[in-house]
DNA sequence: CCTTGCCTTGACATCGGGGGAAAGGTTTAG
DNA sequence: CTAAACCTTTCCCCCGATGTCAAGGCAAGG
């Protein structure tokens, strides 16, 4: 499988692929003439990375996956290091819910109070 | 007062005033050297801005709180067009708040799989 | 005069996950 | 022979809010 096929089976660019190489998380044997050949297991590893992209992980936290996976786990979650960047990445979302939260009491608290002085400002003037 | 004057009473640096200034969100008269002249509506204005940055507005958001506090108004909120930014603030703060639950519960489930397949691996062997 | 400490503008660097284009090699089909 | 459809590397672009020089002007004190 060449890195077009792949890309396109994973729903993602052979530039990304290639990015993908340079940061460690994907490698790919070279065909004689010097074209990248990928096979199943890289499609999984792939899959993996897309997935945890889009939960919002970074690419350093996403390497432990797929070290597990190409240990030759059939899921990468399973590794002690990928089990501790689940536990880091749990807290900081926790984090985020919490921080989010503050700020959408605060933010209501000024609608409100926004709200509440335009209506009295409008009941004595016409408005 | 000059611009460093201002920056250390908001709390914050000169680069960033003049950023601010060259996105339409500070104005400084000048004085005969060319210096930048503030005054105490100024430093109203640079602290309502680092309110909001915190918060997580970007500068476009933040713009019309500040046209709010230059048209005299004590508070930034109350114009029509902060009223509409906070609600629509409040509104990606709740579509953020629900992607990261939603992201936590999953997280939280490849966690507890991955846990109970480690255990049932370590119970077989020696681990 | 010289240093110190303000100020000015302008321009480059940062971070992350790529997009897009240039300039070229290879292989296959017609 | 040539066109098309692959592939290769390398380099510049993006966002947003700054940090960090660089190179220079201005004011005041010893």
Known sequence: MLIGELAERAGTSTRALRYYETH???????SANGY?????????????IRTLLGIGFGLDDIRPFVD???????????????VAVLRRKIAEV????ERMRQVR?????????????????CSSRTC
């Open 36 to 48: 990248r050949v990928y096979d199943d297991a890289d499609l999984r590893v792939v899959r993996e």
């Open 94 to 97: 926790d984090a985020g819910i």
């Open 24 to 30: 460690g998380l994907l490698s790919a044997a070279r």
């Open 105 to 121: 009491e605060r933010l209501h608290g000024q609608l409100t109070v926004a709200i509440e002085s335009r209506e009295s400002t």
């Open 68 to 82: 597990c996976l190409r240990a030759g786990h059939s899921s990468g979650d399973v590794c002690p290091d990928s």
